[in-house]
């Protein structure tokens, strides 16, 4: 029998929600196992002077349990 977990995370990057996304799971890997995914359940960016600044998605990601 398989079980398994979800934590929320937030993760953020100035280049894009992609690499935003590709950031918190790596980092999310460092202290969790068996990541099977994630869903995006917010994603915003944060604005200076009129300019995108930095994309920050919100997300819960999804691990089995050893």
């Known amino acids: ?3 398994a977990k979800t934590i929320e ?3 953020e990057s100035t280049t894009g929600f ?3 996304v590709k ?3 790596a980092k999310a890997g460092e202290t969790v196992h068996n990541i099977d995914g994630a869903w995006i359940k917010e ?3 944060l ?3 009129g300019a ?3 994309y920050r998605v919100h997300m819960q990601v999804t ?3 050893d």
Do not use: H
């Open 1 to 3: 029998m398989t079980v």
């Open 9 to 11: 995370i937030s993760a």
């Open 18 to 20: 992609d690499d935003a």
């Open 23 to 25: 950031t918190g799971i």
């Open 43 to 45: 994603m915003k960016v």
């Open 47 to 49: 604005v200076a002077e």
């Open 52 to 54: 995108v600044t930095a």
């Open 63 to 65: 691990f089995t349990l």
